[in-house]
């Protein structure tokens, strides 16, 4: 997701050149565009991380740093965003480290309407051949 992208690189940022969320700022244009693209090795347009930033924004991830100016420039993390995503990468991370059959369950439960069609189909098939046997 283009949110999560953006406040991941804001939060590299703060990492790379130990800062606090008080004193990062970002604005969206073309050159965040391709750092972004090159680091999730995805590749966003500029569009996207402008509905992405205004997502931020109405949850309040971002922030405006400043009044005026366009609505993409000098925008702040908040301690908010910055939870949103550390939430978002630690599930990635629990849900690349399950073992395999806690993938096989997961697996089981998110198409479970798949396998009880399945079984239908298997019932059913099985009752009519009981009766075109009987016959």
Known sequence: MAEYALLND????MEENGSTYK???????????SEINAKSKREFKLEELQKAADKCLAHEW?????LGGDNYSNLQIT????????SKSKAAELKANRSIMKKISDYIEDHKG???????LIAA?????KFIGDK
């Not at 971002?62 to 400043?66: D, E």
């Open 10 to 13: 804001i939060i590299d940022c």
């Open 23 to 33: 004193t990062v700022y970002l604005s969206i244009n073309e050159a965040l565009v």
């Open 62 to 66: 971002l922030t405006r740093a400043y």
């Open 79 to 86: 301690p908010k965003g910055i939870g949103a995503a550390r």
């Open 114 to 120: 798949l396998f009880l069609m399945f079984g239908f």
């Open 125 to 129: 098939s099985t009752l009519a051949l």
